[in-house]
């Protein structure tokens, strides 16, 4: 193993590493025996499935030397601070909020935040999906599964 590989190679050793982990922690997981076939477990299951599969191919990628090669003009770009900024506040934001506004208000502050990092200048537009977006969600969780995310201003009406 070269030492341009080594990287890439230990990046897919931690995927599988993750993978065994999340594996391990949903056989502990206890099941109760009313259940049929699909239970709480199944789809942690499947996920430790997905991580060992993609950390088994980033690892054969890097011992072939597929994995890690980059274009030559983005060696050269910098670093777009404004957009980095623009997704730290949101993220910081969503944080400092969320227990206070409640999650819809805490998660539309961070949809518009990430929509501007990506270049979005219509906020009004963000908004307005952020705001729908994250009701749908609050609602599924909340109503529908019956699991509590979050409780805040907007929440305390619904």
Do not use: H
Request: proline residues 4%; hydrophobic residues 55%; neutral net charge.
């Amino acid at each position: 193993m070269t030492p341009k590989t080594r990287g890439p190679a230990l990046v897919g050793a931690g995927v599988i590493a993750f993978g065994l982990l999340v594996f391990y922690q949903t056989a502990q997981i206890p099941v109760s025996p009313l259940y049929s076939k699909v239970g709480p477990t199944i789809f942690p299951y499947l996920v430790a499935v997905g991580l060992l599969a993609l950390g088994i191919a980033l690892v054969i990628q890097a011992w072939r030397g597929e994995w890690g090669e980059t274009d030559a003009d983005q060696d050269d770009k910098p670093v777009d601070r404004q957009a980095l900024g623009w997704l730290g506040l949101g993220l910081f934001l969503n944080v400092a909020l969320i227990d206070v506004l409640g999650f819809v208000i805490a998660s539309t502050i961070l949809f518009v935040c990430t929509a501007r990092a990506f270049g979005s200048l219509k906020w009004q537009r963000d908004l307005g999906i952020s705001i729908a977006l994250g009701l749908i969600a609050y609602l599924g969780f909340d109503k529908l599964l019956g699991i509590s995310i979050g409780v805040g201003v907007l929440e305390g009406i619904l």
